[in-house]
């Protein structure tokens, strides 16, 4: 398997374990690295900090999940396009870039987010 394939299939198991099975502990151990930097201002920066955002996450959206629509892999980054779903709540597209360590480690996080609306003007769906 490539690099390019091993990043892939890291970030898509680390961001599934993490949501839709709502083990942040579990997918931080196996899938970041020494360090993890955080661009989303709503989430501290650190593995602790995420950890413990996702664990809330947890409790209050018990039934979320995300749905990954396309994955893109250059160098030592993986992009994911996705859908959030938060039963209760509103859904997000979401564009998560995350950076990759020389082993195949998350070592940076960002993301685009932005609510799915109920009609488009073009028709076109957002994934």
């Given at each position: 398997?490539?690099?390019?394939?091993?990043?892939?299939?890291?970030?898509?198991?680390?961001?599934?374990?993490?949501?839709?099975?709502?083990?942040?502990?579990?997918?931080?151990?196996?899938?970041?690295?020494?360090?993890?930097?955080?661009?989303?201002?709503?989430v501290g920066d650190g593995k602790e900090?995420?950890?413990?955002?996702?664990?809330?996450?947890?409790?209050?959206?018990?039934?979320?999940?995300?749905?990954i629509h396309k994955v893109i892999a250059?160098?030592?980054?993986?992009?994911?396009?996705?859908?959030?779903?938060?039963?209760?709540?509103?859904?997000?597209?979401?564009?998560?870039?995350?950076?990759?360590?020389?082993?195949?480690?998350?070592?940076?996080?960002?993301?685009?987010?932005?609510?799915?609306?109920?009609?488009?003007?073009?028709?076109?769906?957002?994934?």
């Amino acid at each position: 398997m490539s690099n390019l394939e091993k990043n892939k299939e890291n970030v898509q198991n680390f961001y599934k374990m993490m949501f839709n099975d709502s083990k942040p502990r579990e997918a931080v151990d196996l899938y970041v690295g020494d360090t993890y930097i955080q661009h989303n201002p709503e989430v501290g920066d650190g593995k602790e900090e995420f950890i413990k955002y996702f664990e809330r996450m947890a409790k209050e959206y018990p039934d979320k999940k995300v749905i990954i629509h396309k994955v893109i892999a250059e160098d030592n980054y993986v992009v994911l396009h996705c859908e959030q779903i938060w039963p209760g709540d509103a859904n997000w597209a979401g564009m998560d870039i995350f950076r990759l360590d020389e082993d195949g480690k998350i070592v940076e996080h960002f993301d685009v987010l932005q609510t799915i609306p109920e009609s488009s003007k073009n028709g076109n769906s957002m994934f």
